[in-house]
């Protein structure tokens, strides 16, 4: 049970095989996906052929078009990347403001809006998709109708991907924040404006400092959740097709271990992220 | 214009602009597309570009068995699923709250978070891999002789389950170990000292303790297995049917969005009278349970 408790041997041993098993089934899948991005064969399955880096560096000429020469994965890499980076800006700022507005604002209706901001957060990402794409259709074929201008933005593609997964992914920025600022002493604002302090210096100097950890965490979990996300970029998404779902496009026709090379390459990079990020807190607690 | 009213008014101005983003995101993006999603979904196309209120929809959707065996069996299987996630977290999450201590801990709670930093297209890619004839498992059990033949490991039920406790599994640890770290140790001590047994101690300190962490987790891994469409599509293939994937013929293939409306809005009524069910259950609040979460 705890450690204060004596606790029959067998237990212990359970305990300690169950975690081993839970850990195992846990990096099997990952690290099988690693394994066979260098295995020399034309399909990612064993047996094992020998070590090969042409799933990353092989051309046209050696018959293995590799990741960095993979004109179409890497196309989609970089339409992830831009659209992480709109939703993580869009999001950061909103939840940001959101926070100020929940922890300080004075205004009737605050409680029911703050419910209301965490609704996207329990409706399913295809419903949202959805709904979204079909209200933007409406009002494109409405100004159509009206004023004969076509809003080529309100049809599926990427900025409605952005704006499908800014919808929830500015809840969560919105939590995180609003729960540090929840946190924050105000006599630290009050000693500033005493000394004489404008409202803007007090913002600047203390209170956004103070979020900042915050305010960079909720970026780190917008950035991952909108390069990750594909139940409402699935439903919005054009010609331009980000990472997951050119992915996904591939692994239904069954793919080459190209796949594998791309997915070690996101695994290293979500790992030095991480690793950064933890750094970044170590060295706060210090 | 009085000298008094002027910052008043200036307030409030800053106030509305305030608001206006947030209002919009809420209104533009989340509100306001239901309400289209609703009005889209009873409605029945007559002819070309004329259209009447019904339930025809509805009416489909209950009158084919079709679509509402597979919303009976979504319902079901992210049920169990669920289950089958509380289960398996529950002794790692107790571990790590309670067993582990201090840097061990932590260190563990955070290996076990890694996996979920990779996208789930790259950890279904994995599951593939390893369960598919060609792949690792079943070629392993045939080397050793386990099976006469390589078997299809994919395309079961029970691989979906797999898939869909794999990707749910963080978000019932965290809940669950920040909700077995504030229950009191010597409250266990007490009641080991007064003769409980160790299930005696699980039912009535544990689970009571540990409930608005239990109800947080399984909400949010019920909705999100509800709403998962990855992973029952490409680990259970044609045999999957999963209700996301009848909103989306009907919406993308089929160009129906009145019928792919009214699924959406099945979808969402059912997720919703769960989220609802498991607040009353425990007796919770939506707003705790969500910023828990």
């Known amino acids: 049970m705890i450690p204060s408790l004596p606790s029959p041997r067998w237990l212990k041993a359970t305990t300690l095989l169950y975690l081993g098993g839970f850990l195992l089934f846990l990096f099997l899948p990952l690290v099988t996906v690693g394994v066979f991005a260098f295995n020399d064969a034309e399909y990612p399955a064993p047996p094992w052929h020998g070590f090969t880096l042409d799933w990353f560096l092989g051309n046209e000429a050696s018959g293995r078009v590799g990741l960095f020469r993979d004109e179409e994965l890497l196309g989609s890499l970089w339409t992830s990347f831009v659209v992480a980076c709109w939703v993580t800006v869009l999001s950061v700022a909103i939840g940001t403001l959101n926070a100020f507005l929940m922890e300080r604002g004075r205004f009737r209706g605050r409680e029911a809006l703050s419910l209301l901001m965490l609704v996207p957060l329990v409706v399913p990402g295809v419903i949202l998709g959805i709904s979204i794409l079909a209200f933007a259709s409406r009002i494109a074929e409405l100004v159509n109708d009206l004023a004969g201008l076509e809003l080529e933005f309100l049809r599926p593609g990427l900025p409605l991907v952005v704006l499908g997964q800014f919808s929830y992914i500015a809840a969560i920025a919105t939590v995180t924040i609003s729960a540090r600022l929840k946190r924050f002493d105000r006599t630290l604002e009050e000693a500033a404006l005493n000394l004489g302090a404008s409202r803007a210096a007090v913002l600047r100097t203390i209170t956004l400092p103070y979020l900042r950890p915050a305010m960079i965490g909720s970026a780190a979990i917008a950035f991952l959740m909108s390069f990750e996300n594909f139940n409402t970029t699935l439903m919005l998404v054009g010609s331009d097709a980000p990472l997951t779902i050119m992915m996904y496009g591939r692994m239904r026709e069954g793919a080459t271990p190209v796949l594998n090379a791309v997915s070690l390459f996101l695994m290293v990079a979500s790992a030095l992220l991480a690793l950064t990020l933890m750094r970044r807190g170590e060295r706060r607690d210090a | ?293």
Not at chain 2, 66 to 76: G, K, M, N, S
Not at chain 2, 138 to 149: E, K, R, S
């Open chain 2, 1 to 293: 214009m009085t000298g008094a009213a002027a910052p008043r008014l200036q307030a409030r101005l800053m106030l509305g602009l305030m608001l206006a983003p947030p209002l919009l995101w809420l209104f533009a993006l989340i509100v306001l597309p239901h309400v289209d999603l609703a009005v889209l979904s009873f409605r029945e196309r007559l002819g070309p570009g004329e259209y009447g209120r019904s339930l025809e929809q509805y009416r489909t959707f209950f009158g084919e068995p079709l679509y509402w065996h597979v919303f009976v069996r979504t319902a079901v299987m992210s049920a169990i699923a669920t289950l089958l996630t509380l289960l398996m977290a529950f002794p790692v999450a107790w571990t790590i709250a309670k067993l582990a201590r201090g840097r061990l801990g932590a260190l563990l709670l955070v290996v076990c978070l890694l996996p979920f930093w990779v996208s789930e297209t790259v950890r279904t890619l994995g599951w593939m891999i390893l369960l598919r004839e060609s792949g690792v498992l079943p070629q392993l059990l045939y080397h050793l002789g386990l099976t006469a033949a390589p078997v299809e490991l994919l395309y079961h039920d029970a691989t979906i389950l797999v898939g869909l406790v794999y990707t749910s599994l963080l978000f019932m640890v965290v809940p669950l170990v920040n909700s077995f770290e504030s229950l009191d140790n010597s409250l266990i001590e007490a009641a080991y000292d007064l003769g409980a047994s160790g299930f005696a101690i699980l039912r009535e300190i544990v689970i009571p303790h540990a409930k608005p962490g239990i109800t947080a987790g399984c909400i949010v891994v019920f909705m999100l297995t509800l709403g998962n469409y990855l992973t029952p599509n490409l680990l259970g293939g044609k045999n999957s049917q999963w209700f996301t994937e009848q909103i989306y013929t009907q919406f993308i293939t089929r160009f129906n969005w009145e019928q792919g409306a009214a699924f959406g809005f099945l979808l969402l009524a059912l997720s919703t009278a769960m989220v609802w069910l498991g607040l009353k259950l425990s007796g919770q609040r939506f707003g705790d349970v969500m910023r828990r979460a």
